[in-house]
Nanobody, 123 residues
Framework: QLQASGGGLVQAGGSLRLSCATS????????MGWFRQAPGNEREIVAA????????YYAESVKGRFTISRDNGKNTVYLQMNSLKPEDTAVYYC??????????????????WGQGTQVTVSS
């Protein structure tokens, strides 16, 4: 299971840190991704990280503002979001992929999903 948390309401320019805790079948060696979905839009990749943490991927729209990281000892993946913009408003989902060295950007490639956490950025 994946449990995402940390969403909320923040003003433009503010920061939030999302967390994704893994348990049960998803405790192990997985690459992880953060996706987001705004109303009327498709789910899109935000960032991804390999099991080791040595490789990461960021969507162009968040490069330089968001940072993905993980603490395997705590079975937790984080998404630090800085300089938030109204267009970052969406439900954010974490996902796990059993290929430990992959950085997939397509939602269909991920095996497990969390329930989502709402991020709202006001202008």
């Amino acid at each position: 299971q994946l449990q995402a948390s940390g969403g909320g309401l923040v003003q433009a320019g503010g920061s939030l840190r999302l967390s994704c805790a893994t348990s049960g079948r998803t405790t192990g060696s997985y690459s992880m991704g953060w996706f987001r979905q705004a109303p009327g839009n498709e789910r899109e990749i935000v960032a991804a990280i390999t099991w080791s943490g040595r490789n990461t991927y960021y969507a162009e729209s968040v490069k330089g503002r968001f940072t993905i990281s993980r603490d395997n000892g705590k079975n937790t993946v984080y998404l630090q979001m800085n300089s938030l913009k109204p267009e970052d408003t969406a439900v954010y989902y974490c996902a796990a992929d059993r290929i430990t060295v992959a950085l997939y950007t397509t939602a269909a490639k991920y095996d497990y999903w969390g329930q989502g956490t709402q991020v709202t950025v006001s202008s």
